[in-house]
Structure formats: C-alpha cells, structure tokens
C-alpha cells in the first residue's frame, strides 16, 4: 500500500535534519524558494560589481581598479546579472507558483526540477569562485570570438566562463523540460489552454524559447571549449575557421534569451494589474498570441547586434524590417495594460505601484530599441553608452520592476506573512529615482561619444557630469534593495499573518491556506472560466471567500526526498571542471574528468533505480 503524505512526515520528520531536509527536498515550494533565495544572493554580488563600475567611471582618469579587474568586473557583472539572476528568479516564480496556478500537486519531474536547481547553485558557486583565484572571466559577457580564445585570452578566465555558462545551460534545459511538460499534460479538469492564468502562458512560451535556443548556445561554447582546450580552429581566421560563426551562434541564443528575461515579466504584470484593477484582464486573447508571435518574431532578428560587422545591405534591411515588427505585438501588450486599468477601480498597493513603474519603464527602453532598429543609426549608436541605457530600461527598468511587482504580490502566498506596505512603497520610489538617475544619462553620454567597456577617460570630452550623475544614482539605486532587506528581515520577525487571499484574487492559488501545504490541493479543482476564484465568488455571492481549513494530507502520494539530484550535479560539475584542469598528455581527459563522470554514471543510475516510496535520506 503506498505510503501517505501525511504517515511518510510523520515516519521521517523526526529523522531528518533541517538542513538534510533542504538538501534533499523534490518539493517545488522549496525548491522554488532556494532559487529565489540563491538568485538574489548573486543579484546583490552583481549589484557590487556594478558599484564598483560605476565609482571605476565616477571621474576622468580614475584608477580605483586595475584595467584587467575592471574587464573581470564587466564580464562578471552582465553573467550574473542574467544568468544568475533575472533569468532563476524568474524560476523561482515559475517552480513556486505554476503548479498551484494550474491546480496541480507538483511539477511533472520533482528529481529533475531539483537538479536543476543544484546545478545552478553550483554553478554560479563556480564562476564566482574565480574571483577568489584572480581569474574571474573578463572578456565580456557575450564571449567575442576569438577575443575569447587562447591566442587573446590566455589563463583559466575564460575557462570559468565557458565552463560556467555550459553548467548553467543544463540547468536552464532540465527546467524548460519540466515545465513544458507540466503545464501540458497537469492542468486541473477544465483548464483549457485557453482558460490558463496568462502567467503560466508566459511560462509555457519562455519555455519553448529555452528549448530551443539553448542548445545554439551549448555549440557555440562546446566549439569555443575545443579550440581553448584542444586546440581545434572553429573561430581562428588563419587556419579555415571563421570568427563570425561565434556572433551569429551567440545571438541565435542571445536574442531569444531577451524575451527569456523579459515574457516572464509580462505575465507577472498581467497577473497584477487586473486584481488591482478589480476587473479581468483586457484582451486576454491578444495577449497570447501576442506573446506567441513575439517568440516566433525573436528568432528572425538576431542580427541587428551585428550592423557594424558588414553584413550588406540584404542582410541588414531584412533584420531591421523583422526588428521593427517585433514592436507591434509588444505594442499590443501595453495597449492591452492600459485597457485594463482604464475604468477599473485601482488599488494602490505595493505591488501596482512596480507593475505601473514597469510599463513606464519599459515603454522608455521600448523607444530607444526601436531606433536601433534603423541600421545606419545603429551603426553610431553600437558600442556606445546609448547602447547600454537601452538595454537597462529593458531589462531592469522590464524585468527588475516586475520580479519585485511579484515579490510583493506573491510573498504572503509564499511565506504566510505580508511585507510592510510603507516600506514597499519606499522601496519603489528610491528604485525609481536611483534607477532613472542612473541610466538615463547614459543616453546622453553615449550620443557624445562614450564608448562601452572602456576602463577610464580622459577630461574635457564632456562625460564628466553625466558619469557622476549615473554614479550617484547607482547608489541610490543599490540602497532601495537594503530597504527592501529591511523590509524582508522586519517581516520575518514581526510581520502580519496573510489571510489565504489578502488582495482578493482572482486565480487558484489564492484559494489554499498561506503558505500551502505540502500537498498544495487536497481536492483538485475544476475550472470553468478564466478567472476560477472570482467565479466562485461571484457563485458564493461574496468578495472573499472563507479562510480555507488546513487539512489532512491522508491518502495523497508525494515524491520522496532524494540525494541524487545533488549528487548528479556534483558528478556533471567535478567532470566539466576536469577538462578545465587536465593533465598535460595525449589522452583529452583527466582523472578529476574521469572521476565526475564516474559519479553522474552512478548517480543517474541510482535515481533511475530509486524506489517511489523509498525511505526519505537520514542524518
């Protein structure tokens, strides 16, 4: 007879250590919680490392840091930024929230979402080891071949950097798998896809966008490994290779990974806006396929990041015609925003305040990539500090502002407390100002001629005052995320309990206890509309619905807790780093290789073979 949940916690609970219990957990509430933990611990490093930038750039010929530092810092800084951040904070909303908002029970795959997981812990753990040996990569997050090979490059820096994102890339492939996967075959009875939360639709696109655009990344950094390590000539111009293979590899992947950051905030705001709004969204059916054709339209315009490399006039009148209708269906969604908040009766809680900052913000950012659309005007612009006011209103000014938009949303639901509203308001106007301080003088500077990526310049070229200015702001930006520090550590300790539905939501996980069991749904439910929890209000003929009782777990199945994952992950990054430091000979691998792979082997093995009611790991 299979064990029940609540017999399996009871047996176990008393055998398991907190910490073997986080290390072992399959549960996606707690495994979406160490993602977001873990994801703002490399927010905040990477929010140093662009304080550092910004005090290296605060006056003419500065010399806080060294020129080869400085490059580390760069480099490092856009890695983390989104590979260790947006991009597994962003996770942590998906691994939390997509079972409850489809009315499942868990994910489709418990093992592998936590793998997933360690494999990211692990390797973000390993390339910001590389500071701690003065070998952090330092040429540049985007990796220019063949900058980034030997011959230019030479020491382990780029190895990190490669070696790093190749982990991550695992990481992101086994979670784009499990939800792809979840969202179709665990939706409760009567979600049709046409009646999902439009948070789980972005999901579902984000997902096929890493699916797909992942594996380019994974070849372009398998080729760059071989020629660093094995000597192999995929980007060297003299022996038949071709260095402009790297740029259109990169971008294949690096475009799509733009609205990999950016689709999840679209649906976090769309989520946010119509419960504070008091009315449903508009246009949901615009919205999805809005979002759909900006997937399928973000593979067609990968090469407008390559108009100064002479690609002709076909070639770049073809990507700024796609890069220009790109702009519609991203049109249609802040259309479809403002629809929704006109005539609603508006909330203005913390959460509303960052989704109306978003739009703002985003809008900015919006217009000045429509310009870089144009290719003549691009080709001034690239590689100037325009460039990197633009891609800041996108993403921190897009995706910052709506991750913290639902933190605050979804942190009653997460943790059974509300964060304190004063301070969230707080938080958002010193972001706001901090944020706009920052990088909108780089618009500025950058049309006076600043050159990206330059470590100091000399006076009188009129950069001066606006560097300053974007310096200041940088640090009002960085202190709003101690506010919100605060505001965490304050309502740890003393915050208000969280009824099950404190904004009056309208989708399904507003309806269990804050936070859920373990379980998430003791019945599942049936859906019958859109907005499943504001048509059982209506049917019940109230606002709010009755707190909903916590109840026993008996006779539900739940996944067993496993060390596998962990030890999978352990097993992949020990083998990827023996190729970084293998032994000089004939053989190409190593015996840490050797060892790490022997570990994964034995690993998968074991999980393949592991019992579904197994006993749970004890101390």
């Known amino acids: 007879m299979a064990t029940s949940a609540l017999e399996y916690g009871h047996a176990t609970a008393a055998k398991r250590s907190v910490l073997v219990e986080w290390l072992t957990t399959v549960d996606h509430k707690k495994i979406g919680i160490m993602y977001g933990a873990s994801a703002f611990i490399f927010f905040l490093i990477g929010g140093l490392e662009a304080l550092v930038i910004r005090t290296q750039l605060m006056r003419p010929d500065n010399h806080l840091v060294t020129p080869d530092f400085y490059n580390q810092l760069f480099t490092m800084h856009g890695t983390t930024m989104i590979f260790l951040a947006v991009m597994p904070i962003s996770a942590m909303f998906f691994n939390f929230f997509v079972p409850l908002l489809i009315g499942a029970r868990d994910v489709a ?30 040429g540049g997050w985007f990796g220019y071949a063949p900058l980034s090979s030997r011959m230019y490059a030479p ?20 979670a784009g798998v499990n939800f792809f996967t979840t969202i179709l075959n665990m939706r409760a009875r009567g979600m049709t896809l046409m009646r999902m939360p439009i948070f789980v639709w972005a999901v579902l696109v984000t997902q096929v966008l890493v699916l797909l655009s992942f594996p380019v990344i994974t070849v372009a950094l398998i ?3 071989l020629d660093r390590t094995f000597g192999t000539s995929f980007f060297n111009l003299t022996a038949n290779g071709d260095p402009m293979l790297w740029q259109h590899l990169f971008w294949v992947f690096g475009h799509p990974e733009v609205y990999i950051l950016i689709l999840p905030a679209f649906g976090i705001v769309s989520e ?27 593979f067609g315009v990968w090469s407008h990041h390559m108009f100064a490399t002479g690609m002709g006039p076909l070639a770049d009148s073809f990507f700024s015609l796609a890069t220009m209708l790109i702009a519609i269906p991203t049109g249609v969604k802040i259309f479809n925003w403002i629809g929704t908040l006109w005539g609603g009766s508006l909330q203005f809680k913390t959460p509303l305040y960052f989704a109306l900052g978003f739009i703002a913000m985003f809008i900015m950012g919006g217009l000045s990539g429509v310009i870089h659309a144009v290719a003549p005007a691009d080709l001034q612009q690239t590689d100037s500090y325009f460039v990197v006011a633009h891609f800041h209103y996108v993403l921190f000014g897009g995706s910052i502002f709506s991750l913290t938009a639902g933190a605050y949303y979804w942190w009653p639901k997460m943790f059974g407390k509300l964060l304190d509203e004063g301070l969230g308001k707080a938080h958002f106007w010193v972001m706001l100002a901090g944020f706009n301080l920052t990088f909108f003088p780089m618009h500025f500077v950058g049309l006076l001629g600043m050159p990206r990526r330059i470590y100091s310049y ?14 200041v702001g940088a640090f009002l930006l960085g202190s709003s995320f101690l506010i919100f520090s605060y505001n965490i550590i304050k309502t740890w300790r003393s915050g208000a309990q969280a009824p099950a539905d404190p904004w009056n939501g309208a989708t399904l996980e507003w309806s269990i206890p804050s936070p859920p069991q373990e379980w998430n749904f003791a019945v599942e439910p049936i859906v019958t509309e859109k907005d499943p929890l504001w048509g059982l209000k209506r049917a019940a003929g109230v606002k709010v619905l009755p707190e909903p009782p916590r109840v026993s777990g008996e006779g539900i199945h739940l996944p067993a807790p496993s060390w596998w994952p962990l030890i ?3 097993g992949f990054l020990t083998f990827l780093v023996g190729i970084m430091v293998k032994h000089a000979s004939a053989f ?22 592991e019992p579904v009611d197994g006993h749970a790991p004890t101390t």
Request: proline share 6%.
């Open 109 to 138: 795959f418990p093992r592998l979402n936590a793998m997933s997981l360690w494999i990211f812990i692990l390797g973000g753990l390993f390339l910001n080891f590389s500071f701690l040996l003065g070998a952090a990569p330092n």
């Open 458 to 471: 000399p006076a009188g070229l009129g950069f001066d005052t606006l560097n300053l200015l974007s310096t």
């Open 568 to 570: 999978v992950s352990v």
């Open 272 to 298: 946010i806006l119509p419960v504070f709004a008091r009315k449903p969204l508009f246009g949901y059916s615009a919205m999805v396929f809005s979002m759909a054709f900006i997937a399928f339209l973000g």
């Open 588 to 609: 190409p691998f190593g015996p840490i290789s050797i060892a790490g792979f022997a570990i994964t082997l034995y690993g998968i093995y074991k999980w393949a073979y």
């Open 223 to 225: 080729y760059l490994m």
């Open 155 to 174: 020491g382990h820096n780029m190895d990190f950097w490669v070696i790093g994102l190749q982990i991550l890339g695992v990481a992101s492939l086994a």
